[in-house]
């Protein structure tokens, strides 16, 4: 079955550290990959995006996201965290690009000042 | 102006009472979604309009329906609320692009009782 897993539901980090939030996913072709944050009260906003090309992508606030099909996954990392990075992490995939996206369970994370 | 609105932010229903949802957006997007999302669950699609075109998914398909009226416009319709329908739906729009962006509205949290 196809499927997109966060395995981690929460995620503390201290300020100034590294982060990396995982993601997996179960697709028979490579899908479309994104990352969204929901910061508390507000709608999904998109970080970034992985179409093809270079598997490093860019995003905005300073994440990026690395692609590695022979892992069937696509990590979120930021080199150093700011207490408002603190929010819910979804990573998603959309086979099209556009319209059937499918989303991960979510990973919340806490940034301790 | 890139928000999408969504009436009411709050909703309480009664067991066997119909729901209607409202979402808006005005960036001319011709793609709205509707997906439903229940805590330490993954945002699950419900539903997608592509123009006037009405796609639903498979599971959800006699639970849910919807209308787009205009370009602008569409809503979430529960006929008869259940329990199991307490949640938070999130409406989204986007161009039908590949690498087109979803906007997210806010959600709107349904208690049913």
């Known amino acids: 079955a196809q499927s997109v897993t966060q395995p981690d539901a929460r995620v503390t980090v201290s300020e100034g550290a590294s982060l990396q939030l995982r993601c997996k996913y179960s697709y028979s072709a490579t899908p479309y990959l994104f990352w969204y944050v929901q910061y508390p009260r507000q709608g999904l906003q998109l970080l970034l995006k992985y179409y093809s090309g270079d598997p490093v992508v860019q995003g905005v606030n300073g994440f990026e996201a690395e692609f590695s099909k022979s892992n069937s996954s696509f990590h979120l990392r930021k080199a150093s965290v700011h207490w408002s990075d603190s929010a819910v992490y979804f990573c998603a995939v959309s086979i099209t690009g556009y319209q059937n996206f499918y989303f991960g369970k979510g990973t919340s994370l806490t940034v301790i000042p | 102006d890139t928000t999408v609105k969504q009436n009411p932010r709050y909703k309480l229903a009664r067991v066997g009472k119909p729901v209607n949802l409202i979402c808006s957006q005005t960036?001319?997007?011709?793609?709205m979604y509707w997906y439903q999302k229940k805590p330490n669950q993954a945002p699950k699609l419900l539903l997608f309009y592509y123009d006037k075109i009405l796609n639903r998914e498979a599971d959800t398909f006699e639970k849910f329906q919807s209308s787009r009226p205009n370009n602008s416009f569409c809503s979430l319709y529960i006929g008869s609320a259940g329990l199991e329908y307490s949640a938070m739906y999130l409406c989204a729009s986007s161009r039908v692009r590949v690498d087109a962006e979803q906007f997210f509205g806010p959600g709107t949290r349904l208690t049913v009782l």
């Open positions: 960036m001319n997007h011709d793609t």
